[in-house]
């Protein structure tokens, strides 16, 4: 069986969130075993499964990204849609776009202390669209 639903996240300020909480409320009754996978429908924000206790590994984060992948840097060609849009672009192909889960009692089975991450890479990304399809 495959269930499928596309979800609508509020609007974040640019840095990593944690959205665990939003998806576990948005999801339907999951089967007993299973997988989840979670696709984000943007390529200037990623998603990761990290840290989900010390809210300081999420300004790290921030901090590292930022200095491996500058804003204003004279080599970047696409620079039309501000300087945080090409910086996003490069970030999110280091993060990815999608998350896989395995399901465990009818739970998402992450870890004591994973939770799923919303990187959002541009100062004013807008509400980013979430595609979660359930395997069991």
Known sequence: ????????????????????HIIEDQL???????????FIKHTSAGLTINENADP???IDFETIFNKLIPENDSSYIHTMEGADDMPAHIKTSLTGNSITIPITNNRMNLGIWQGIY???FRNRGGRRKLVLTIYS
């Open 1 to 20: 069986m495959t269930d499928q639903l596309e979800i609508l996240l509020p609007e974040f300020s640019r840095g990593y969130h944690l959205i665990t």
């Open 118 to 120: 919303l990187c959002e």
């Open 28 to 38: 339907p009754e999951l089967p007993d075993k299973g997988m989840i996978n979670v």
């Open 56 to 58: 300081s590994v999420r």
